[in-house]
């Protein structure tokens, strides 16, 4: 790892999805603690996480979110425990560092091996607090409400603010709002899908009829909880504007009375304006099942396209039956489609990509 002072740099927008990290640095935010936030700034040669990347620790060596898939974080851990020692009262002097790490390359030596990620990471390590960020609070409030916002890290002296203030360095970052997964159904793979998809940054609302069924000690904290008809709540959130084509829809409802409505209201291209439609609408159920599905759906006048688009059953074929293992093929298709991923083994991938050898 090395640091310096000078010269530094202003650097490309990126676009930003920390909403995990957001939130455990604004818990202690509120109670006024201290935290420290490593964000990557750049990244050159093969980063296996993007610009933007974030890690918060707090002064009980308690830490949360990655920079890397575990290259660097045990030095930030050990560099922030060092910070927090030296200053035992206040992170108030403190501005912004910028360091550099070389996936395990001893510095100056050019012909050593780069190490297991062979890639370079700039990381800006600064302050996160009332003094270095007044308007944090703010910026939690518009990610969370499903608005995007910018913010202006200044890489000398450590503030960061929701609009440029001067000309110094800066790095410039859209905050992105979460994408958001509707279920429709509360049974125990709801539960788990839910709890899956907080963990991978999705905004999550459960939406069933039945009070009895939606319990805020089953889904835990995080999921939103919603008693309405599923084609009822869907359709008023289209007309609010709160859905997108990044909207995942899952109905688990298991019962046609929810299912056919919810999914004509989704499946139905002529409902929805132009780029607002979701991509991903998927239902439970079994081969059968599913077929009988698409034929209501069909009988609904629903043209044979926007039926087509139906993934039902829903998920990858994972081989498990439990609860758990629905859940986790369900995301796992969900992250696949958002994300352009095959559902294939990254091994068989990594060989079909290589070319042949004479």
């Known amino acids: 790892m090395s640091a310096w002072n000078a010269p530094i740099w202003p650097t490309e927008t990126t676009s930003m999805r920390n909403e995990v990290v957001l939130q455990w640095v604004y818990d202690r935010y509120q109670r006024g603690e201290d935290v420290l936030v490593a964000t990557v700034i750049e990244t050159f040669a093969r ?13 009980h060596a308690r830490f949360e979110g990655s920079v890397s898939s575990g290259c660097v974080e045990a030095d930030l851990y050990e560099c922030a425990r060092a910070v927090f020692e030296d200053h035992r009262g206040t992170l108030a002097g403190i501005g912004c560092q910028v360091v550099e790490f070389d996936s395990g390359r001893p510095e100056g030596d050019l012909l050593e091996s780069s190490g297991p990620c062979h890639g370079t990471l700039r990381i800006a390590f600064h302050p996160v607090t009332p003094l270095h960020f007044p308007e944090f609070g703010t910026l939690v409030a518009a990610v969370r409400g499903g608005r995007p916002a910018w913010t202006f890290l200044n890489l000398q002296t450590g503030h960061t603010s929701l609009t ?3 000309d110094s360095p800066s790095f410039r970052a859209h905050h992105e709002p979460p994408p958001r997964m509707l279920i429709f159904g509360s049974s125990d793979i709801a539960t788990g899908l839910a ?18 069924f939606l319990s805020a000690e089953r889904f835990g904290p995080g999921v939103a909880l ?9 359709r008023q959130e289209r007309t609010d504007g709160r859905v997108d084509a990044e909207t995942a829809i899952v109905d688990l409802s298991h019962d046609d009375r929810f299912s056919i409505p919810v999914l004509a209201e989704a499946l139905d291209s002529r409902r929805w304006s132009a780029g607002a439609q979701p991509r991903f609408v998927g239902a439970l159920g079994s081969k059968s099942r599913s077929v009988r599905k698409r034929q209501a759906l069909c009988q609904q006048g629903l043209r044979s396209d926007d039926v087509n688009r139906l993934q039902a059953p829903i998920g990858l074929d994972l081989g498990g039956r439990d609860a758990a293992d629905i859940a986790l093929s369900i995301l796992a ?3 696949a489609t958002a994300k352009g991923g095959s559902g294939l083994p990254l ?3 990594a060989i079909a990509r290589e070319p042949r050898r004479s």
């Open 47 to 59: 980063s296996p996480y993007p610009v933007g990347s974030m890690m918060a620790f707090d002064r």
């Open 164 to 166: 440029r203030l001067d």
């Open 195 to 212: 709890a899956l998809a907080l963990r991978v940054n999705y905004a999550v609302t459960v939406c069933d009829p039945r009070s009895a």
């Open 226 to 234: 919603v008693r309405d008809w599923p084609d009822r709540y869907l």
């Open 333 to 335: 298709q969900v992250v």
């Open 347 to 349: 091994a068989g991938c």
